[in-house]
């Protein structure tokens, strides 16, 4: 069953045509409990202004703040739940944002229920290249903690590699890998990574 949040921003998105992937903590909910209450949607480059336009003008949301790259609605019906629209740009690296977004949708998220979720993968490499992106390691943190395996982050630096912010985001990584360490969540029995 969809969580009533996601049901919601899909309908939302379907009535206005807007094409779609779930990104967040909502994607990474497919594979590992998560507390998120937010939905996080990315829509192509070439979309989002439109798009942003098309749910300032919807009465079942209301629009709490509008950036570059990423604008907040609220949804009403859902106690005012963050519905975040996100362009695909953003992530992009060396290549246009529709190839990241061609790429989410074809090779990194799976349908579930006719609506489609960013892997844990692609959730972690677009945490990982914001400007808040030690908050989003943290929560990368959890998530391994609630269940996903640290090997994953493998996936994460081929994705880097292929949109050429491979030296940004590897730094990023390590700094996830040493705070596993440190922890002791990256190892195995004994306590190290061997």
């Given at each position: 069953m969809k969580d009533p949040a996601v049901n919601a921003a899909d309908a939302i998105l379907?009535?206005?045509?807007?094409g779609y992937v779930i990104v967040g903590?909502?994607?990474?909910?497919q594979e590992a409990a998560t507390a998120t209450r937010d939905v996080d949607v990315m829509v192509t480059t070439t979309d989002y202004r439109?798009?942003?336009?098309?749910?300032?003008?919807?009465p079942a949301l209301t629009l709490a703040w509008e950036a570059d790259?990423?604008?907040?609605?609220?949804?009403l019906d859902h106690a005012g739940i963050p519905l975040d629209i996100v362009d695909s740009g953003a992530f992009s690296g060396?290549?246009?944002?529709?190839?990241?977004?061609?790429?989410?949708?074809?090779?990194a998220s799976s349908e579930v229920e006719g609506v489609r979720y960013a892997t844990p993968e692609a959730v972690w490499y677009t945490r990982l290249l914001t400007k808040r992106w030690r908050a989003y390691a943290e929560k990368i943190l959890t998530n391994v903690i609630d269940g996903?395996?640290?090997e994953r982050l493998q996936g994460v630096e081929v994705i880097a590699r292929r949109f050429?912010?491979?030296?940004?985001?590897?730094?990023r990584i390590e700094y996830v890998r040493d705070e596993l360490r440190r922890s002791a969540l990256g190892a195995g029995p004994g306590g190290s990574d061997g």
């Open positions: 379907r009535r206005h045509g807007i903590g909502k994607a990474v909910a439109e798009a942003v336009r098309r749910l300032s003008g919807d790259q990423v604008t907040r609605f609220g949804i060396k290549r246009s944002g529709q190839e990241f977004f061609d790429f989410l949708v074809r090779d996903l395996s640290a050429g912010t491979e030296a940004t985001v590897r730094a």
